[in-house]
């Protein structure tokens, strides 16, 4: 419960190698408005730490994504709020004992919304991606690769061809460290429908995929995931004149 007694809220969760449970949020305060939290039991449920990141003021963070890697160190990513950028990327490493190693933000070049909806780790890699306002458009898809110490390997953006709402929701990688996102572009003006792309290793972008529903209006996709052989599967919504909105699940070949 937070200090404020007023609304809190988990976003995600995630395991270590002992079964020990992390939980990530927002709790509000009163002297900070909603704060970026996360938590940590053990196996039996008992409270082990807490974690909590304050922006500027009284302005709202929050941790979104939360994952483990195999030493144990937890990475929790989300949003922070900035007077003079607004919303920000926020990315941070603490080991397993709480101990914060390294912390990562990240503004868009048009100094607006900037809004991490998703993260992966791949091979001691570190790739979030979400929505950020650029220069001359409006929410593009931004996708950033962060090596085990922090530093930014690459950066990569997509915006759709109106220069309107273009939002990453979704993002996973192969065994080789191929990145793949997918998410909700602005295709004609008021609808929108699935655009999935794959990243090789150094950022480059390799396929730009697109799915158009059949009535011509919203298609939003969920989730996104990839087997050995490199296939894409990735899942969401669907409108249809005669049936409204149906669950679609797509599959691409390599």
């Keep these: 419960n937070g200090g404020a007694s007023g609304i809190d809220n988990a976003n995600d969760i995630a395991l270590d190698s002992e079964n020990n449970v992390y939980v990530c949020g927002s709790a509000n305060e009163s002297s900070s408005g909603n704060d970026a939290l996360m938590i940590k039991y053990n196996n039996s449920g008992s409270l ?11 302005f709202n963070d929050e941790f979104r994504k939360i994952k483990t890697d195999d030493q144990d160190n937890v990475y929790v990513s989300g949003t922070v709020y900035s007077e003079v950028n607004n ?54 898809f931004i996708t950033i690769e962060y090596d085990s110490s922090g530093n930014q390997s690459w950066i990569a953006g ?9 939002k990453a929701t979704a993002i996973t990688s192969d065994v080789k460290g191929n990145v793949y996102v997918t998410g909700e572009s602005t295709i004609t003006i008021g609808n929108v429908d699935f655009i999935t792309i794959k990243y090789d290793t150094q950022g480059n972008q390799k396929q730009v995929l697109q799915y158009f529903g059949q009535a011509n209006n919203n298609d939003r996709p969920a989730d996104i995931a990839v ?9 969401g919504t669907t409108y249809r004149q005669s049936t409204n909105t149906d669950i679609i699940t797509l599959k691409y070949s390599n």
């Excluded at 807490?50 to 500027?56: A, H, L, P, R």
């Excluded at 991490?116 to 929410?139: H, Y």
């Excluded at 997509?158 to 273009?166: E, Q, W």
């Excluded at 087997?227 to 899942?235: A, D, G, Q």
């Design 48 to 58: 082990v730490w807490v974690k909590q990141f304050t922006g500027n003021g009284l």
């Design 87 to 140: 919303d920000d990327y926020l990315i941070i490493k603490y080991d397993k004992n709480g101990n914060q190693l390294w912390q990562k933000t990240y503004n868009g070049t048009g100094s607006n919304v900037d809004r991490v909806n998703a993260m992966t780790l791949s091979n001691d890699k570190i790739i979030v991606t979400g929505e950020s306002f650029g220069t001359g458009s409006q929410l593009d």
């Design 158 to 166: 997509y915006n759709g061809a109106l220069n309107r709402i273009d």
């Design 227 to 235: 087997n050995e052989k490199e296939e894409i599967f990735v899942s």
